[in-house]
């Protein structure tokens, strides 16, 4: 067994850095940053995905959630609105939405749309997973209700 650890070498633990705006993420190669524990709008217990590679975010990412954070209360208003409406049709029980995740794209250039994720729980419902999403810089959002 020594010889295996010898040539195979030990697994290194994913990296992990205590960022001063994303806080405490860990790199997971094919996800990229995550912090399951990041408070956004005053919500706790948000899962934050940041589409970056093992060197971190980058600062257009950082620049872009700044931008996204400071338009708090009017973009969250809409982006609650918007998930209503997606769940009108819908035979769920009436609850509170509750962001659970937020993604961050990459930005860099290529044929990948930019395309940011915002999750919401619904109280009471455990079947559907609720969200909006931008390619605009949250100009336009569309929003879905997925099972």
Known sequence: MGFLRRLFGEPT?????????????RY?????????AFVLWGQGDVELL?????????TRQEDEFVRF?????????RCLAAVDEARRG?????????????TIPSFETGPQP???TLWFDLEGDDHFMYGVQS????????AFADD
């Open 50 to 58: 940041l589409d970056a590679g093992p060197l971190g975010p980058t």
């Open 13 to 25: 633990p994913p990296p992990e850095i205590d960022h001063p705006l994303f806080g405490p993420i």
């Open 114 to 116: 930019r395309l940011w």
């Open 90 to 102: 819908m035979a769920v029980s009436p609850g509170e939405f509750r962001i659970s995740g937020l």
């Open 28 to 36: 997971s190669r094919p996800d990229g940053w995550q912090n399951r």
């Open 69 to 77: 954070r400071d338009a708090g209360d009017a973009l969250l208003a």
């Open 135 to 142: 390619d605009d810089e949250w100009r336009t959002l569309a």
